[in-house]
C-alpha cells in the first residue's frame, strides 16, 4: 500500500503469499483410452467414436444425470453412436477396470 501527499509513493506496508496451497481444480486422472470423438457438435445425432483400445464400457447421459443409452462395451475400435433426437448437451463416459472419462458432446 502507497500513501504519499505529494504524488510520490512510499511503502508503507505490503504482505506476499508464499507456501499456500490452494486447490484451484482436479488433478488429473487416468484415463482407460485415448477417446476421440466427432463431429462435436453434431447435428444429426450420430457420433463417430474411436478408441485406443477394445472393450470400453460406454455409457451416455443427459445433462440432469438420467441415463439415456444402455451401457455397452465396443468390441472395435471405430463406431457410431446415436443420440436422442433432443437436442442438448449430453455426456459419454468411458470406463476400463477402475479408470473412467468422461467426454461432452453436443447436439443442436
Known amino acids: 500500500m502507497y ?4 504524488k510520490n509513493p ?3 506496508a505490503s504482505d506476499t503469499l508464499n507456501n499456500i496451497n490452494i486447490p484451484v481444480g482436479i488433478a488429473s486422472t487416468s484415463s482407460p483410452a485415448a477417446i476421440t470423438i466427432w463431429p462435436n457438435p453434431t447435428k444429426d445425432g450420430s457420433v463417430h467414436l474411436e478408441s485406443s483400445t477394445l472393450n470400453v464400457e460406454i455409457e451416455c447421459f443427459k ?11 465396443n468390441s472395435t475400435k471405430r463406431f457410431i ?5 433432443q437436442p442438448g448437451i449430453y ?11 468422461l467426454k461432452k458432446v453436443i447436439r443442436y
Open 81 to 85: 453412436i446415436n443420440l436422442p433426437e
Open 91 to 101: 455426456y459419454l463416459v468411458f470406463r476400463k477396470g477402475n479408470e473412467k472419462t
Open 3 to 6: 500513501a504519499n501527499a505529494n
Open 63 to 73: 445433462a440432469n444425470g438420467e441415463r439415456v443409452l444402455t451401457p455397452f462395451r
Open 10 to 12: 512510499i511503502l508503507i
